[in-house]
């Protein structure tokens, strides 16, 4: 029998990759990811123009891999939005020739739709539930009701989650990304060693902040004398448990209004230990399923942008060749 597949390409930001997923069953035919953190870690940040550079090259060889599948695939879905430009530039050229080329329908995906559908790789999507969102980009609050209508519940107003990792593992010397250097540095550290104050603790409002936690972090490491690697595993552990008991906080104050049946974790940070730890207490305290990604697809991958391509194609919801567009800071995002 025929495999009825889509072609999915991501490369919004410093990760290409490429996936091949069956329509009807979700299996994944073919995954690869190339990551391009090693080349960046130097800079302590994504570089675009490297990143661009270093796609352009990824991209085509893991395209020569699947040449033996051409033949079954159906659409070809690339992430257009949200991301770095140039990255994004990278992905939708090649998704346009291999779609003029084969002859087959696009689909252009939100990376954050994406990033939802990494819960459901391989099942059936189960709306409504609640859904934190914690990247490099991104930290919100969403709700996602029957219909798949997304409500942004709360939002960073600077820095998101993951991002404040990034800065602080830069500002204390080591390189990037920055979530799993501190996690592990934090490992070896004392949480209690200082009292950083969690962001907009006694304000009402239901937002989140991280620049100012992460100025708190950076007048400590300015001032250390002679800085030892304890000092820096014991800032690791106390700026970690502050940034999760800020993001704890309002998701609890957002549970004890919404009290969400189902509660999804997704993301390149949602692979944080002591936030997955905390975030199961907040769930079990309010009767609440949580869903999570496996680990190797919380930070960003081409799966989930093709589990998330299969509701467009049953939906014949294809993008025009001529008119897609390219979103670095798209703010609107729907599912269908
Ligand atoms: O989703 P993602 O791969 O890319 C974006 O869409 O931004 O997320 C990457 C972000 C980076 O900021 C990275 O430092 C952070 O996720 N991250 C973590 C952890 N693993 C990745 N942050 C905290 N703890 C982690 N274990
Ligand atoms: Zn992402």
Known sequence: MMNELILAIESSCDDSSLALMDIKTYELQYYSKISQEIQHAKYGGVVPELAARLHTKALPDMLEKITPFFSDIKAVAVTNEPGLSVS???????????ALSLNLPLIAINHLIGHIYSLFLDTKEEFPMGVLLVSGGHTMILYIDENSNIDILAKTSDDSFG???????????????????????????????????????????LQYSFSGL????RLVVENLNNPTLKDYENIAASFQKTACMHICDKLEKIFSIYKFKKFGVVGGASANILLRS??????????????????????????????????????????????????PKSKNFCIN
């Open 278 to 327: 905390n975030i199961e207490k907040i769930c079990s305290k309010y009767n609440s399923n949580l869903y999570l990604a496996p680990l190797k697809f919380c930070s960003d991958n081409a799966a989930m942008i093709a589990r998330a391509a299969v509701i467009k194609y049953k939906n014949n919801n294809f993008t025009d060749i001529n008119n897609i567009q390219i979103n």
């Open 88 to 98: 994004l530039a990278s992905g939708v050229a090649m998704a346009k020739s291999i």
């Open 214 to 217: 992460k100025n708190q972090v």
């Open 163 to 205: 991002e404040s990792f990034d800065k602080v593992a830069k500002m204390m010397g080591f390189g990037y990304p920055g979530g799993v250097i501190i996690e592990n540095l934090a490992k070896n550290g004392d949480d209690k060693s200082y009292s950083f104050t969690v962001p907009l603790l006694h304000d009402k409002r």
